[in-house]
């Protein structure tokens, strides 16, 4: 019985730090990047430990339903926030087309 309720704490503690592993990721900017990156890195390093510590009661482990979303949540969540920040880089690389664009025609004008 205390080996399943261990196990149990266990999945209760990587559920846990897969939400700050989520959090951290909706929370991203172009400021606080790298400090929230390093802080869902080490929050997923933690969570391999823990998994690596616990081998012997993970062999026949199941994640629960909630392990499940949350991987797929902040996989896509990922995805997403990299998808935006390219869509804007896109932008701010055709404005500076446009004007590199412009100065040529100015130029031309002259």
Known sequence: MQKKQQTSSEITKIENLLDEVYKDISEL???NFDQRIQ????K???IRRVKVENS?????FKPSKKIGQMAKLISEK???VTKDWARKLKLVQKEIELSQNQKKITIYNR
Do not use: H, L, R, V
């Open 56 to 60: 012997s009661k993970f062999i026949s």
């Open 78 to 80: 990922y995805d997403n």
């Open 29 to 31: 900017t172009e400021e």
């Open 39 to 42: 802080s869902a890195i080490s």
């Open 44 to 46: 997923m390093e933690s």
